[in-house]
Each structure stands twice: as C-alpha cells, then as structure tokens.
C-alpha cells in the first residue's frame, strides 16, 4: 500500500499542489511555517475524513476561498484508487472513492492505513489523560469499522446528553427524558470500552520486546487501560451520579473520561518516569503501533513522519529508521540532515517555500 500522488486546491496555504512519491522513502524538506505539515494533514484527511491536529474544516480552507479540494492516488495490492475530498466552509464535506461519492465516512475504512507520528506524540504520556485517549481513538479507528462507528455516534450522543443536562437547569420538567439518552450513551459505550480493551491487550503483547530493546534490556514495559467505568455497571453507575451530572451541567460518567497507564519496571512512568523514559515509552507506543496494524490488514500502512526526527537520539532514531525497510515513508524535516544521507536511501526529495515546491 503506498500513496502515488496528492493534489491540492486552496488547502491551508496551498493554492494549487502537485506531488508524487516514490513507493519507499520520501523527504519534503524547508524551513518552519512554509507548510509542509500541510501536505502530511491532507493526506491523512483523504485517508480518514479527520485532520489529526484536529482542525475543522473551516479552518483548513485557504483563507478568502470557499471550499478545498483534496485528491489522492494510491496504489493496494497492485490496484489504484483514487480518494476525492471536498471541504466546504458552510457545508459537510464531500467525499468520493473512485470517482463514486460515499455517503459517510465508515465507508472509506479499510482503503487506506496511515500512521503518523509528530513531535507532539513523544508527550503522550507526560500529557493529560485526553492526549493518551485520543492515542487510542486515533490508532483503533483504522483498524476496527466497530470502534469508528461506536466513537461517532457516541459523541454525538454524548454532546446531545450534556446540552440536555444545561436546558435541565432551566426547564426541571424535561429531567424525565435523561433516561433514553443514558441507555444510548451506555450502548456505544460499552462497545468503546471493549475495543479499547482489546486494544491495549494486543498493545502489550508486541511492546514489551520493542521497549526492551530500546532500553538495551534495561526495562519492562506495561500498558494498562483504566476506565472510568466498566461496562457492566456503566448505567448504573450513570444514573447514580444524575445528581452529580445535573449539578456540573456535563456528563462526569464514561469512557470520554478514560486513561492509559504507563508503567515501566512496575513504576508509573507518567508520575515518576524521566522525561528520557517517557519519550522512549512514547516511541515505543508508536512502533508497536506500527506492527499491530501490520498484523491486522496483512500489508503494511503507510508511514508520515513529521518533523520528529530531530527530537529523538541516536537510538530511538535508528529503532524508527528500521521500520523503514518495506514501508512507504514520507519524512518532513527542516534540513536534509548528513544522518539521512548516511543511513537511509531517500528515493524522492522535495523543498517546500511559502506553499510552493522550488
């Protein structure tokens, strides 16, 4: 599976944007602010409607246009498709797979598998717990069409329960319909809770020897996932603390208030872990990351590296680099750094200026 090529029409501050990628290792390279995080946005939105910095659609149209068009080529298994995305500033996107308009995003699931990492994830564990969720959201949306449907209709119940809860404040006669909002709530719950769950299980049985290695056998390493509350008594729960809901005017029940704990040699790596061992924790979520969809779709995902490079050491980078060796890689970096030129064969480069390719 690899991208071909990325088309853009007045996306973020791309007026117009042609690209194609070699199949193995490519490089977009320039100084800071010129976009080329842009280009890495764009593919991940064709790949699953989202932009993983979590812009809205708004936000992401050049500034004085009305719309943005995204277009995707990519090559599955010797067979091309062609992904269209149509940002709109009033409207919901639009969106097509080979030229034949899809009605909702679940139907784009298993076309395509990205995988990005970014400076920002090497402070997944030291960050609040909702950088640890939207870890998980991320990475088991691609690889699980349950837990991507369960994950939408649950926030949009979610967001309907919690503006219910504000109208409460003002009109007590409406308290009655809680209840059919709660068992809604609790449906897509508790099939978030088991997916995630399942999750952190395969989690663990492929980290542990990465971390190990990382840490040149100095380490073991643990994922736990801590619910806010388990499925078999989520309703439960849910309508004993009503009193607590009503009070605060926001749902305190659920798995939107779930953590994933980190734990290196038996010790809490969020609390007590140096900034070394949680970036290594964090890179070690990555690369079993990597390996879990391998398993999962029998092929291998396509790879966006994102300006991290020049954040790991020598190590880290060169236990990222590995993974390399039969996964199309699209590296974004300031400078064409002599340690790439050493240790990798880079098959397409570009420089990127002020949202043009010089």
């Not at 996306?11 to 100084?31: A, P, Q, T, V």
């Not at 100095?218 to 009193?243: A, G, M, Q």
């Not at 290594?280 to 969809?293: P, Q, W």
Request: charged share 30%.
């Amino acid at each position: 599976m690899y991208v071909d090529s990325l088309a853009l029409k007045n996306f973020r501050n791309y007026e117009k944007l042609e690209m194609h990628f070699s199949d193995r290792i490519n490089i977009i390279h320039g100084d800071n602010a010129q976009g080329k995080t842009n280009i890495l946005e764009a593919i991940y939105i064709a790949a699953t409607t989202k932009s993983h910095r979590g812009s809205k659609d708004k936000d992401i149209i050049h500034f004085g246009c009305d719309d943005s068009h995204i277009r995707l080529n990519l090559s599955k298994r010797d067979v091309g498709h062609r992904i269209d995305m149509h940002l709109r500033r009033a409207k919901p996107k639009g969106a097509a797979v080979d030229g034949i308009p899809i009605r909702r995003s679940t139907e784009l699931f298993g076309l395509i598998n990205i995988i990005i990492f970014s400076p920002e994830d090497l402070s997944v564990i030291k960050n609040g717990p909702g950088e640890r969720r939207r870890f998980m959201d991320m990475e088991i949306c691609q690889i699980s069409r349950i837990y991507y449907s369960s994950l939408l209709k649950f926030n949009k119940i979610l967001d309907q329960r919690n503006n219910l809860l504000k109208q409460i404040y003002f009109k007590p006669e409406i308290k009655d319909t809680l209840d059919i909002w709660d068992e809604q709530l609790v449906d897509a719950g508790k099939s978030i809770i088991k997916e995630r769950r399942n999750f952190v299980s395969m989690m663990n049985d492929i980290i542990k020897d990465i971390h190990e290695n990382l840490s040149s056998g100095k380490e073991k390493i643990e994922i736990v996932y801590e619910p806010n509350v388990d499925e078999d008594s989520f309703l439960k729960t849910l309508k004993e603390k009503r009193k607590i809901d009503l009070k605060n005017s926001v749902t305190m029940t659920g798995p939107q208030r779930d953590d994933l704990g980190v734990f290196i040699n038996d010790k809490d790596v969020r609390v007590y872990g140096s900034q070394g061992q949680q970036r290594t924790a964090a890179l070690s979520l990555k690369l079993a990351e990597i390996e879990i969809v391998k398993k999962i779709i029998n092929d291998n995902p396509i790879l966006l590296l994102d300006d991290v490079m020049s954040e790991l050491d020598s190590q880290r980078r060169d236990a990222l680099l590995s993974t390399m060796n039969d996964i199309q890689t699209i590296i974004t970096c300031t400078g064409y750094d002599d340690f790439i030129r050493q240790r990798i064969s880079v098959d397409k480069i570009y420089k990127i200026s002020n949202g043009k390719i010089v």
